[in-house]
Every structure is written in structure tokens, then in C-alpha cells.
């Protein structure tokens, strides 16, 4: 009886705690019954003059807040150019529907009186949040912040998301925080340092370049930090202590001034928390881009590598982790800008699995043991050069350098009817080196140039080393059997070498119209090789040397293109036509024989965006 009286009032205090707040949604059109985008809404309760709950509306014009029942709020609807709307709404336990229709206002006013600060402010395509109103106190860090503010959200990935498009680059005061990912940004850059939040919409890092092209899937975040925060150092230190010889050091830096700045964090923990997994090295793209993006055809390098992973703190035996990473930025002069960040992981893991097998058909029983260690170190570092010396004139440089040395080592024991042990390593050292160079310039308003150019040179080696007591496989692979051990051996080498380039002429048509020419190639040359051996007990090497035992292969491919677009806004429409020729050629030549083909093709594509989305075909 006790036990069904504590559910009923469990389900009683969750059925509560789940009507303890309703929904008021409606329309808000202007005069002509069109919705209006992007009206601030708020309700500001009548009792504590506090603000209750905010809201911005969408493309439609619709709007939703969270009240909670009970209480009479004041809501007041407002946008550049319209008057300020508002009523009072009494809250009840059920949700509500209320539809405002807002006029226009006069150019002048006789007399202005500001009665709420907005939190939150349109300008153009700028969002600026007043982070203050959305705060309680209690916030730690950037993603709890976000968290609060409406339309913008953290994804499983760690990644900023506003109104569901991906954030491509955080900024602090203008300047970048770790370009090319935002989960640094959002789980180490403290709360209390904040004072507004901008979300630049349709953002494009070149001011000639906006508006000619389709920057829509485009937006960053810009945080500006509180008046104590600039002009000197600030940071934090966390540092823990506990059994087992468990400990956590999570010191961080930070120092903003309007001619440089310093972030320096830092992460030493063997609590199994990752602070860097192999997945975000993978997606740390440094901020580098397709530049063919508009081609209508895509090349990718891909990659070959071996599959590691890091565990997961709750499936390892011990995790240990070593972070450190530093971003700057300086401006020497007003015309030059210089950036750049390096960035040290080190993640030691130890497994261990046990199995039980038993097969139905024999009736035998197989024990297995697997002992695992694997150590993995990334690194990357990207330095940055922009030259502006006047509005007409812009000319950027990047580099990245991304390399990883992996190291596994797997130990299996297998007993049942026969003892087997199996020693696996695996291990590989990749290099990639990104390049980017970009030239933008305006001839006059009527004559844009735009040339960018990308070189990626990437050197692969994964490497695979078995070592067991018998060997399964002795009538298919040519193995030397009188050995106590079978050591068998692949290596295996992939070098890529691609350039993308294209020049760009925009001729501007008027405010909502421009053709654009485009002229590019891409060269892609990959050197594929690899081969199996055994190597013996007297450390002498065995190769395979017939054909299907290993490979050489030189594959090319060639992208030679002309593109001709016509983009034109008309209302909340935007209409981006177009057609590229393209003359492909794909040259492969391995086992002595060559494969050449050649592919002459028109692709006609068609960008579409509007108040409910964008479509490319």
C-alpha cells in the first residue's frame, strides 16, 4: 500500500511538474496579411515586471512562447518599421492561440519612450542576443548559454545549430576562435564573460563577395565579451583529486585586445573524458571548403586508414588524456591580419574482453580472452594571412597541417580443442597539408574578379602485423611454414596530390541580379602501393611477390570546367540558374595495364531558396 501511494504521488508531482507551463502560439501579419519574419515577441509579467519568455517569429510570421499558468502577462510584439503591438493575455491551464496584425509607422516621431529593453535585435542579417536576459547565474560554460537562447541549439556532435543550419566558424570579437569547428568553443569559453551573442546570417568572410553569391546555408557566431573582459588576461583552472589515483586539470587562458589575442586551453584528465576524440580530429576542416561546391560535380580524395577508435569511458579498462591547444590572432598593421591555432591530443586506452562460444555443430567450447592497448596522438596547427589594404582589394593564404600517430596493440588467447594466440598491430602515421590561396578583386561596382586556388597534399601508411601460433590460411597465402610463429605483414602507402583552382567574373546587374562567369579545373593524382609479407624467425623477410598479393596503382583525374550562372532575387525568392561544361578524363594504370576514359558532359543545376527552404538540384 505504502509502495502505490508513493506512484500516485510520484505521478502526481510529474503530472504537475508537466502543466507547469502552456503554450500561447499565433500569426503575426502586417496589413496586407502577410507574415512578418523575425518580429520580436515577448511577455513581461504584470506582477514582477520581469520577462517571462521571448520569441522570434518565423518565416510564416508564427511565434510561440511558454508561459506559466495563473499568471497575467503584458505581450508586446515589435519590428523595425511597425508600430509596437501589445495585450494582455491571462495564462489558464490550457494553451492559447492569439493572431496580431501590425501597421505600419510614420518616418518621424513627435516623441519616443523606451519602456523594455528588447533582448534580442534584428539588423539585416545579424541576430544580436543581450545574453544577460536569458541567464540565471547558474551557467558554466558558452553551451549552456546557447542552450537558453531561442533558435539556436547544441547537437549530439557537440556543433552549434540555428534554426537548423550547422555553424560554420565561432568568433570572439571578431576574431576566430579555433576556425573550423565550434566544439571548443562551446564547452570551454566561460559564461560570465559574456555580454551579447550575434548570429551573422548569410555571413561570407569577403565583403565584395556578398550578395553575389548563395551564402544562405552561411552563418557564424560572434561573441562579444563584458567590459571587464577585454584588454587583460581571464580563465579559469578546475583541478581534482580522488581513489584509485584518479585526477582532473583543466586550466584555460584567455586575453582579448582590439590588436591581438591569446587562447590557451588545456585538459589532463585519466577519468576516461575525451576532450578531442578521433572524430573531431577527422572534422576539424580548419575552415577550408569545396570550392567547386558549384561545379555540379564533386572529386574526393577519400581516405585509407585503419579503423581505430577511441572507447568510451565506460568501456575501457583505463583511459588517459593529454590536451593542449592555443589559437592567436594579430594585426600588425591595419591592412594585415594574421591567425592561427595548434592543437595536441594524446588518448592512452586499455581494454580487456572476455567471450564464450559454443558451436552447435561440433559441441566445442571456445574461450577467449582480448587484451588491448592503443595509444593515439593528434595534431594539427593552421596559420592564416589576410591583406587588405583597401576596400576594392583582398587577398587570404592558408595553411593546415593535420598528422596522427596511431598505435594499437591486441593480444588474443583462444583455448578450446586447440590453443591459439593471436598478437595484432596496427598503426599508421597520416599527413595531410591543405593550402589556400584567394584573391578578390572589384574592378568597379559593375566588375568583381575572384580567384581561388587549394592544394592538398595527403600521405598515408596504414600498417597491419599479425602474429599467431597457427595459421589457417598456410594453402592460400605462400607462407614459410616451419616457423615457431606466423608473422605476417601489410603495408600499405596512399600519396594524393589535388589542386582546385578557378577564376571568377561577376557582373552586377543591379541590387538583385548578377551573371557569373566561372572558369576552373580540378587535377587529382593519387600513388597507390601495397604489399603482404612474412617475416621469419631469423628476422629475414618473406615477400608475396605474385600479383594478388599486392598492387601499384597510379590513378588520375581531370575536371576542366565552364560554368555560366544568372542569380536574381524577386521578393523572398531567390532564383540562381545555370550550366557548366565539363571535360573529364580518369587515367588508371595498374598490373601493367591502362584504363583511360574521357567525358565530354553539360550540367544544367538550379538553386532555389525561399521563405521555407532552399533546393538545388
Sequence with gaps: MRNTLLFVFFLSMVTMGVAQEISLTGTVKDSLDVGVDMANVIAINTETKGLESYGITNHAGLYKLKLKPGFQYTVKVSYLGFKTESFTFTATDADAVKDIVMQEQASQLDEVEVTYEM????????????????????????????????????????????????????????????????KLAVENIPANALSKVEVLRNFNEVSQMKGLTNDDDNVALNIRLKEGKKNFWFGELTAGFGPDDR?????????????????????????????????????????????????????????????????????????????????????PRETLDLSGFGIYSYTGTLMKSQRNTTYI???????????????VHLGLAKFSARYKPNANFQLDYDALLKQSDDNEEVDVLSISNITDEISEVKKQRPLAVNQNLNLYYTLNEKNIFAVEAQ????????????????????????VDE??????????????????????????????????NLTLGTTQSHQNFNSNIFQILDNEDTLDMTDDEFGNDVTFNVSDLYLGLHYKVIAGIFTFNPGVTLHQFNVKNEQLATVVEDNLTSLLPDLYINGYRGNFHF
Aim: a negative charge; zero cysteines.
Design 119 to 182: 533582448p534580442v535585435s534584428v539588423k539585416g542579417d545579424t541576430i544580436v542576443y543581450d545574453t544577460d536576459a536569458f541567464v540565471s547565474g547558474t551557467e558554466k560554460k558558452l553551451k549552456d548559454v546557447l542552450e537558453n537562447l531561442p533558435g539556436i541549439e547544441i547537437n549530439d556532435d557537440g556543433q552549434i545549430e540555428v534554426e537548423g543550419k550547422t555553424v560554420s566558424k565561432v568568433m570572439v570579437e571578431g576574431k576566430d576562435f579555433f576556425d573550423g569547428d565550434t
Design 455 to 478: 592544394h592538398l597534399y595527403q600521405d598515408e601508411d596504414p600498417f597491419y602485423e599479425a602474429i599467431r601460433s597457427e595459421f589457417a590460411f598456410a594453402d592460400i597465402f605462400p
Design 361 to 375: 555443430a561440433s559441441n566445442d567450447v571456445e574461450n577467449a580472452t582480448t587484451n588491448t592497448d592503443q595509444t
Design 482 to 515: 616451419n616457423q615457431n610463429l606466423y608473422n605476417i605483414n601489410q603495408s600499405k602507402n596512399v600519396i594524393t596530390n589535388k589542386v582546385d583552382a578557378k577564376v571568377d567574373y561577376y557582373r552586377v546587374l543591379g541590387s538583385k541580379s548578377n551573371l
Design 247 to 331: 585526477y582532473l586539470a583543466h586550466p584555460k587562458l584567455f586575453y582579448y585586445s582590439p590588436k591581438y589575442s591569446i587562447n590557451i586551453i588545456t585538459d589532463l584528465n585519466n577519468l576516461g573524458e575525451v576532450p578531442f576524440t578521433r572524430n573531431d580530429y577527422r572534422n576539424f576542416t580548419g575552415g577550408f571548403r569545396n570550392i567547386n561546391s558549384r561545379g555540379g560535380s564533386s572529386i574526393t580524395t577519400g581516405a585509407d586508414g585503419l579503423g581505430l577508435s577511441t572507447a568510451q569511458n565506460n568501456r575501457a579498462n583505463d583511459i588517459d588524456t593529454k590536451f593542449a591547444a592555443a589559437n592567436f590572432s594579430y594585426a
